[in-house]
């Protein structure tokens, strides 16, 4: 089983899809990098060679942030954009839709189930 970047490749799987395991490589990435190494995108990735495997570490690991170091980048930019006060950090931290869509009805995976009013009791009293 190949072993890139901290993640198991799938075994039985085309090389092309199963680089996309790996945070931050998508189809495209994932293209591109076969395509540079002139690998076969239909070669399944128990078939991969040790010496591609190396030369697929090696592309990713010079052109590509991948995993942690992704994920950190990402998290950093967020708490930056809260820090300032600018309307996207303070979306982010009020848990709400940050690009942009309607709130007054949908949204309800950013801000979670629905809470009902509470309603009152009775009605006209004598």
Do not use: C, W
């Not at 901290?6 to 990098?33: A, Q």
């Not at 002139?38 to 570490?57: F, M, Q």
């Not at 994920?71 to 708490?79: A, D, G, P």
């Not at 300032?84 to 995976?109: E, K």
């Amino acid at each position: 089983m190949a072993r890139i970047a901290g993640v198991d490749l799938p075994r039985r799987k085309r090389v092309e899809i199963g680089l996309t395991y790996i945070y931050g490589i998508g189809k495209s990435g994932s293209n591109r990098i076969l395509s540079k190494l002139k690998i076969d995108p239909n070669t399944k990735t128990d078939d991969l060679s040790e010496a591609e495997v190396n030369s697929i570490r090696k592309v990713i690991d010079s052109e590509f942030k991948v995993e942690g170091e992704l994920r950190t980048q990402i998290s950093m930019n967020i708490k930056r954009l809260m820090d300032l006060g600018a309307y996207r950090g303070l979306r982010h931290r009020r848990s709400l839709p940050v690009r942009g869509q309607r709130t007054s009805t949908n949204a309800r995976t950013r801000k979670g189930p629905k809470r009902s009013a509470v309603k009152k009791k009775g009605g006209i009293r004598k």
